[in-house]
C-alpha cells in the first residue's frame, strides 16, 4: 500500500519522523539490547525518558513549578470522572459550557458524583454548531470550578478565548487542540488530554493540575483515582503507560526541533485556512457545518449541500480511493470531517 493521507481524529496521525524514530529504537533502545517498552518504569533508561517528556512539555507550554505534570491512564474520559471526585465541594455549584457530546459525557459523571451542576453556556438550541465567546461567561464566584471543552472534535468548533474565572478554578479538556496553539496555564487550574488526537499514541492521558487542588480530595476517593497519589509518586505510583510517554517524548522533541508552539500554530492555521477556503470556494457544493466565528483548526467538519448522505457516501470512497483515509464525520452527526490535527503531515496539504 502507498503512503496515503490520514484525515483520522484520533487516534491519529504522528510526525513521520517520530514513527522512524521509533521503529529504528524498537528493538534495540540506545544499545542496551532490548526495547523501552520492555524496560522496567523503575529503571534509569525509562527515568530519563519520563524525566525528558516532562521538561519538554514544561518548556513548550511554560507551565511553572505551581503546576505538576502527569501521566495517567483511562483517557479523557476518566478525567470526567477523577475532576469532580478530586474537586467537588458539597454545597457549592459547578459551572459546565454544553458544547456537545464530550461536555455531556462530562456533565453526566460530575451529575452521578453528586455535582450540582449549572449551565455556563448552553449550545443545544443550536444544535451545538456554535459555542460562543467564552471570555463572556458570567462566572458565579461561588462555583467550585468551572468545566470547558476547548476543541469539540465531533461538532468542529474551538474557543477562539478562554473565560476569566477569577478564583474559581477553570478546568479545560484538551484533548483535541492540546499543544496546537499557545496556552497561558497559569489561567487553568487542570488542563487533561488523552494522547491520541494530537500528541502521541492512545493510552496515556496528559495531566497539568495546580498542585494546591489535589489537597480538595475528600478521604473517600480510592487511591488511584486522587490526583495527590500521582504528584507524590512523580506518575510512578503504580506501572504508567511507559511506550504511550516514550512517544510523546519524541513528539515534543520533535514539537521544539520545529520551533515550539508558535510554529505549529502557524502550520495548524494555515493548512485550516485552505481547507475552509476550498469549502467556501466551492460555491455551496460544500457547506461548513458551524458558526464561522467557532471553526476549529483541528477538525473541519463539512457536508455536501445540505446534507446528501448518497454524495457524502461516494465523496469518502472517491477520497480512499485518492489515497485520503478517514474523511467520514462522526457517527453522532454524520456528514464529512477532515482531522488535521497538530502532527498531520503539512505536506499533504500544501499541494
Ligand atoms: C476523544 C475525546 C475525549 C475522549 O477521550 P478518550 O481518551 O477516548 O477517553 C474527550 N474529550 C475530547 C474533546 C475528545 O476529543
Not at 11 to 17: D, F, G, N, Q, R
Not at 121 to 140: E, L
Request: hydrophobic share 40%; aromatic share 10%; proline share 4%.
Amino acid at each position: 500500500m502507498e503512503e496515503v493521507y490520514n484525515f483520522n481524529a484520533g487516534p491519529a496521525v504522528l510526525p513521520k519522523a517520530v514513527m522512524l524514530k521509533a521503529q529504528e529504537e524498537f528493538v534495540n533502545y540506545h544499545g542496551i539490547g532490548y526495547g523501552i517498552m520492555e524496560e522496567s518504569h523503575r529503571n534509569a533508561n525509562f527515568e530519563e525518558v519520563i524525566n525528558s517528556c516532562e521538561a519538554n512539555i514544561r518548556k513548550l507550554m511554560g507551565i511553572s513549578d505551581d503546576y505538576e505534570v502527569l501521566f495517567l491512564q483511562g483517557g479523557g474520559s476518566t478525567q470526567f470522572a477523577m475532576v469532580p471526585m478530586n474537586l467537588l465541594i458539597p454545597g457549592k455549584k459547578v459551572g459546565y459550557c454544553d458544547t456537545g457530546e464530550w461536555s455531556h459525557k462530562a456533565m453526566k459523571e460530575a451529575k452521578i458524583l453528586g455535582g450540582d451542576v449549572e449551565l455556563v453556556y448552553d449550545g443545544s438550541a443550536c444544535k451545538y454548531t456554535a459555542i460562543g465567546d467564552a471570555s463572556a461567561w458570567k462566572i458565579n464566584p461561588d462555583y467550585a470550578y468551572v468545566y470547558m471543552c476547548c476543541n469539540n472534535t465531533i461538532y468542529g468548533t474551538e474557543y477562539q478565548n478562554y473565560p476569566q474565572t477569577g478564583d474559581v478554578p477553570l478546568v479545560a479538556d484538551m484533548s483535541s487542540d492540546m499543544m496546537s496553539r499557545p496556552v497561558d496555564v497559569s489561567k487553568f487550574g487542570i488542563i487533561f488530554a488523552g494522547a491520541q488526537k494530537n500528541i502521541g499514541p492512545a493510552g496515556v492521558t496528559l495531566v497539568i493540575i495546580r498542585k494546591d487542588l489535589a489537597s480538595r480530595c475528600p478521604a473517600n476517593i480510592p487511591t488511584m483515582f486522587r490526583y495527590s497519589t500521582h504528584i507524590d509518586k512523580k506518575s510512578l505510583f503504580n506501572t504508567p503507560p511507559t511506550f504511550g510517554i516514550y512517544m510523546m517524548r519524541l513528539v515534543t522533541d520533535w514539537l521544539i526541533g520545529l520551533g515550539g508552539i508558535p510554529a505549529i500554530q502557524k502550520l495548524n492555521e494555515e493548512k485550516a485556512a485552505k481547507l475552509y477556503a476550498a469549502i467556501d470556494g466551492s460555491n455551496g457544493f460544500f457547506r461548513g457545518t458551524t458558526a464561522v466565528a467557532d471553526r476549529s483548526k483541528m477538525n473541519v467538519c463539512f457536508r455536501i449541500g445540505e446534507g446528501d448522505d448518497a454524495l457524502e457516501k461516494k465523496f469518502v470512497a472517491e477520497a480512499k480511493a485518492a489515497g485520503m483515509v478517514g474523511v467520514k464525520g462522526h457517527r453522532a452527526v454524520g456528514g464529512l470531517r477532515a482531522s488535521i490535527s497538530t502532527q498531520c503531515r503539512w505536506q499533504a496539504l500544501k499541494g
